[in-house]
């Protein structure tokens, strides 16, 4: 899966750049780019668009925890940072900057190839755990409507919360609508009268 994928590099010597894109191409990635700032890894990131992108974390004109800042607030995409030296301070950065992976230099093709596996994993992991938690607070608000909705009928109606709740459900059901819809409905209705 990740042999058709394109990447940008983001390091300020040349020398590791060059082993950067040797290693990447000989695993099967694209280079789309490869940048020697950090604001450079950001615009190119937005113009061209790569699968993943790997940066050193320090850089001039912008760190790469930052550019990765940058990065993951206009388009989520993995990111691996790398650096000549270890901090728990860094890596706690990383984590809070977006960053999928950690590579420490120098860096082997050996350990290259399973961190952009890693970084996708999480990536997915962490987009689908995304949508998840986006669904549950769409159906929370839903559910918060819905008894309100259920509220209103039940004090302006006279009626149950069972009842209520069915004529929501026929309503939705004769209009072939959602049952969020009618009780926004109601609602607002209600805020008219």
Do not use: W
Not at 33 to 42: D, M, N, R
Not at 129 to 138: A, F, N, S
Not at 165 to 185: C, P, Y
């Amino acid at each position: 899966m990740e042999d058709s994928l394109k990447v940008v590099i983001a390091e300020d010597s040349p020398a590791s750049r060059r082993c950067l894109k040797d290693q990447l191409e000989s695993l099967g990635y694209t280079i789309l780019g490869v940048a020697s700032t950090g604001s450079k890894a950001v615009d190119m990131t937005i113009e061209l668009e790569p699968s993943f992108v790997i940066m050193d974390i320090n850089m001039p004109e912008m760190d790469g925890i930052t550019a990765a800042k940058a990065i993951t607030k206009i388009k989520p995409i993995p990111i691996i940072l790398i650096t000549g030296h270890s901090s728990e301070e860094f890596v706690s950065k990383a984590v809070e900057a977006g960053v999928f992976a950690y590579l420490i230099k120098p860096i082997s093709k050996k350990s290259l190839a399973p961190a952009v596996k890693l970084a996708f994993a999480r990536f997915y992991e962490f987009r689908e755990l995304k949508g998840e938690l986006k669904d549950m607070k769409e159906a929370l608000e839903a559910r918060k409507l819905i008894e309100r909705a259920k509220g209103i009928l039940m004090k302006r109606c006279n009626m149950s919360e069972e009842d209520a709740f069915k004529l929501l459900q026929t309503h939705s059901q004769k209009e072939n609508r959602k049952l969020k819809d009618i009780a926004d409905m109601v609602v607002n209705a209600d805020k008219l009268i």
